[in-house]
C-alpha cells in the first residue's frame, strides 16, 4: 500500500527521535527548538516577499518540519502524551467550529462579520472576559500593539488616539512610544499591516545601501 508523504514524514521523524536514529535530534526539547521555529517562519515569510515560489516550496517545509518535530517529542510526555493526529483533529474540529456559516446554519454577508463571529466563538470556547486576554505579549512591540488595537476595536473600546497623540519635542521614552503607537492606530484603521509595511521599507532600504555602497566602491 502506497502511503503519503506526510506520513512517510511521520515514520522519518519518528526513526530520527527513536533509539538507534539520530543523537540530535534525540537530545531536543520543545524548548530547544523555539528559535528554530522563529527562524524557519522568518525565511518563508521572506520567501513570499520575494515571490520565490522554490524557496517558498522548501521554507514551508521546514516549517511543517517544526510541526511534526514537535508532535513526535509531545508523544513521548509522561502524562499528557498528544500526536500529530490528536493536533490535525484538533485544528480540524475548530475550523469547523468557527465557521458556522460553512459547516452550520449560520448567515453572513461579509469577511467583516466572519472575523467577528470568529472572535466572538473564540472568546466563548477560551473562557475570555476581557479584550487582552490571550493576547502574546512575548511578540514583537509593532505586532503587540497592532493586536491590541484590533481587538479594542472588535469590542468597540474607544481608546480616544486622537485626543492622546501630541506632537512631541523631546524624544522620550514615552514620546516615542505615543508616536509609534499613533503611527500603528493610523496604518491599522486605514487596513495597512504596520509589520508588513515596514519590512516593505526596510527592502527599499536595503537596495538603497547596496546602491550607494556600488558607487563607492
Known sequence: MTISHLQRLV???DQLRSPGGCLWD?????ESLLKFLLEESYEYIEAVET????????ELGDVLLQVYFHARMAEEHPTQPFSIEDV???VADKLIR???HVFGDVKVSSSDEVLENWEALKAVEKGRTSAVDGVPLAQPALALVAKLLY?????KLDLALPERIATPTD???????EVLLATIAWATSHGVDPEGALRHTARSL???IAQLESAVG
Do not use: F, S, W, Y
Open 171 to 177: 524624544a522620550t521614552e514615552a514620546a516615542v512610544g
Open 26 to 30: 534525540a537530545e531536543q526539547t520543545h
Open 51 to 58: 515571490n520565490d515560489r522554490e524557496a517558498m516550496l522548501e
Open 98 to 100: 468557527r465557521h458556522p
Open 206 to 208: 536595503i537596495a538603497e
Open 151 to 155: 481587538r479594542a476595536e472588535k469590542n
Open 88 to 90: 490535525a483533529e484538533t
Open 11 to 13: 515514520a522519518v521523524m
